[in-house]
């Protein structure tokens, strides 16, 4: 069972706005089964909200529409639909006398253009709105049902979550949907697909999206099954082979980032961290810290945008940057050696590089040194990363995280 | 002029995700005076989008499509289009070179995969992707332009502004839209619309919105009128009484953050900077290093996490701590005077609290003191911020770049 869900209003069209109506309803359709395959904004527009609806029936098992309810000519769902649909519009005398008691609740007097509101589409069952005017209404149209719904959050959520889910659950089938998401770092989005792509393309359920970050490949299976049971079993199917393939470039099965993660190893083996930062300038520790509970294992660090403070904070030789360069292996390595010696930390880790746009030193933009130092020596690791400022730091970080990872795996 | 966007892809139809770029996409064209008609989201399924690119094509001057160029089976957008338009789609040889070139720089070598990027829809002109493998694609059907352009926002704006502007500059109407972007700092949105509402709202022309980030609200003014003056001169008739209302709280007519404000008076003063973060956790840093050239500024830091570390890195008294808490106006002056000494740095903002979701040392949740230091001595403000962790230090952050932008106004 797929479904579409059109979202109506002109503020939805500027450059500040996203609709946030479809997550909900999303998010509702998904737990029961029925995959959104589709969205449409439109402004508040007659005759294309006509035509989107038109060609939403034309294909899907659920229309839901939201936002153009309210009295004014600007809200056009009704008779859009009413048209889409070749249906007449009724006046309903009790919805009309509903939102007048409302207002008079309120101590109000109704306007007449709320009167509006009281127009349904012939055939269509009313859905009251315990909290706003706008009724919403449910057209069943050979198999297709219509859903006119109201735009603000908590009269959509009350409405749906009390009269439509009961209706949609008769309907829908009995599948379920599981998924998974494996998250790699350390490989780009085309090599991925290369290495899974035999595996995955040999099914279309479950159904697989690469999605690809900063360093950071997500693998997402979706299954969708009559039980719970043969999801689940389909999902480790598809996923075992998959996982085999990537090994220990996975970092997390449950979807959580690789600072969680780390953040857990920190934790089981009782050590703590510190960072070093000159390229990311806070970054890394930005995204450690961002983990409620880091306190147990960070301890702290060093922000070192200077050679000058390279050297008092850290501790790192001026002779060694004059020779070698503060973007270099051997900063890189005395800065993580500086930064785990002067807090004590089991583990250190250090970036310098240049994160652009202007090179530093005749490196390029995007060159970066990270140095790891622990209880067994430090490694430097040197990459080069494409891309503007946000991006190279971004990577850096979470090779930065890698890195860490891997040494607290040995 | 009327343009339509249709984003691509399943991740972008599912509950956690939403479609950015084509917020971005609808500000660069509002700014040619185009208006976007509709947004269409579509999953990686061709038959569905190649019906929505019929649809758009047959109804608006200009469609936009984002996403869906990468090279795995999933990306569709080549393909579609070219069932859509019922054209074919061509190898082109010196496309493949540019990506494997591009690879090769990186020191990688190019999946065979990515040769699908290679194909370009028949008739079309190739757009060349500065920062990413896949390039976009300008296609003329009759009296409409079809635009397919990357995914990834960097690669979108490069390609956007680079390649497209200019050529849909001369496409578009004579009538302009100007806008200014007013940036606040320290009032809440509710405070800001009351006050300002009065003058606003008795003008459709320019629209005005109102967005609320993290301590950070903007006013968006949106003119459209027939002449760059006239659009100006309606700016400033709404804008001149908006910005007397509110005086020193605004931070920025341009729309830049205030990392950026800060920087350049920080440039101007010829002055230098360095932080002491707790709460934050690098977070303050890494927006002050955002800002490209930010070196000529910031010298660095320290981030101390625990007391140990507020002891070593910055010389804070144990016995402060005893006494007053780690969470204290004391702490906080001591944290930043003791930053500016150890670093030399003209200024130093020192930032400690508790984040969240737990309370630390009985001070609730969301608790800041936030000190800034200078040559005249340290100012240490204190705040409760409410919200989640992420929000607590965004505010917090927000609130000490104010802080020192009101310092370097003094």
């Not at 069952?125 to 706008?134: F, K, Q, V, W």
């Not at 520790?285 to 850290?314: D, E």
């Amino acid at each position: 069972l797929n479904a579409e869900i059109i979202a109506i209003g002109s503020e939805l069209l500027t450059p500040q706005r996203v609709d946030t109506d479809s997550l909900y309803l999303t998010d509702q359709l998904n737990s029961l089964g029925i995959e959104v395959t589709c969205k449409t904004i439109v402004g508040d527009d007659r005759e294309r909200l006509a035509a989107a609806v038109r060609l939403a029936v034309s294909r899907s098992a659920m229309v839901l529409l939201t936002g153009g309810l309210g009295p004014t000519e600007d809200d056009v769902t009704r008779d859009a639909v009413a048209q889409a649909l070749g249906r007449k519009l009724v006046y309903h005398q009790e919805v009309a006398d509903q939102i007048e008691q409302r207002f008079a609740r309120a101590g109000r007097r109704m306007a007449e253009i709320n009167k509006r509101q009281a127009f349904i589409v012939e055939g269509a069952s009313i859905l009251p709105n315990d909290r706003g005017t706008a009724p919403g209404q449910w057209i069943d149209e050979g198999d297709v049902s219509i859903l006119l719904l109201p735009g603000p959050p908590g009269e959509l959520k009350a409405m749906f979550e009390g009269q439509c889910l009961p209706r949609i659950q008769r309907k829908a089938p009995k599948q379920v949907i599981r998924a998974v998401c494996l998250r790699i770092a350390g490989m780009g989005e085309s090599d991925v697909d290369q290495l899974i792509a035999p595996v995955y393309t040999k099914y279309t359920n479950p159904a697989t999206t690469i999605l690809a970050g900063a360093g950071d490949i997500q693998v997402h299976l979706r299954a969708r099954c009559d039980t719970e049971e043969e999801a689940l079993a389909l999902l480790s199917e598809v996923g075992a082979p998959i996982e085999a393939l990537l090994g220990d470039r996975i970092y997390s099965r449950s979807g959580d980032p690789i600072e969680v993660l780390v953040g857990s190893m920190l934790r089981e083996s009782q050590s703590t961290l510190a960072v070093a930062e000159s390229m990311t300038g806070g970054e890394l520790a930005a995204r450690i810290t961002s983990v409620p509970g880091s306190s147990a294992y960070f301890v702290g660090g060093f922000l070192t945008y200077t050679n000058a403070m390279k050297a008092a904070l850290l501790g790192v030789d001026l002779e060694t940057m004059a020779e070698f360069g503060a973007v270099s292996k051997e900063t890189a390595d005395a800065m993580a050696s500086g930064a785990r010696k002067r807090t004590g930390a089991t583990y250190a880790i250090s970036i310098t590089g240049s994160a652009g746009p202007d090179s530093a030193e005749d490196q390029p933009a995007g060159t970066a040194y990270i140095g790891v130092a622990g209880p067994n020596g430090c490694d430097v690791t040197h990459r080069r990363f494409l891309g503007d400022r946000p991006h190279v730091r971004a990577f850096a970080a979470q090779l930065a995280l890698d890195l860490l990872r891997r040494r607290l795996r040995a």
